[in-house]
């Protein structure tokens, strides 16, 4: 099992930026694809950005790319999240996600891809 933790959200105003850090425990966290998604009140949960078990490979959604980055640190067992450039409609609770699949290379950008899942951290993008 994996046990997933964000840190780091909280109110900002618009152009601002923010890190969110997701604490990862569990044998699989350093070789588990990572995803970060979001999800807004009313609205369905939003894929962001996701990176493979050896950084080899990213990939973001529409709306984080060149304003959003994802990184990982295995030997802290966190992956991360840096926003920047931040808008209203960024608003939403962010989540942490693993894939559960061992030391594969691909990276998922579905919701149902993922087996594990943070309990969320809000952020909210003041204008």
């Known amino acids: 099992q994996v046990h997933l933790a964000e840190s780091g959200g909280g109110l900002v105003q618009a152009g601002g930026s923010l890190r969110l850090s997701c604490a990862a425990s569990?044998?699989?966290?350093?070789?588990?694809?990572m995803g970060w998604f979001r999800q807004a009140p009313g609205k369905e949960r939003e894929f962001v950005a996701a990176?493979?078990?050896?950084?080899?490979?990213?990939s973001y959604g529409d709306s984080a790319k060149g304003r959003f980055t994802i990184s990982r640190d295995n030997a802290k067992n966190t992956v991360y999240l840096q926003m920047n450039s931040l808008k209203p409609e960024d608003t939403a609770v962010y989540y942490c996600?693993?894939?559960?699949?061992?030391?594969?290379?691909?990276?998922?950008?579905?919701?149902?891809?993922?087996?594990?899942w943070g309990q969320g951290t809000q952020v909210t993008v003041s204008s």
């Open positions: 996600a693993a894939d559960a699949r061992i030391g594969s290379s691909y990276v998922a950008t579905g919701v149902r891809e993922y087996d594990y």
């Open positions: 569990g044998r699989t966290f350093s070789s588990s694809t």
């Open positions: 990176i493979s078990w050896n950084s080899g490979r990213t």
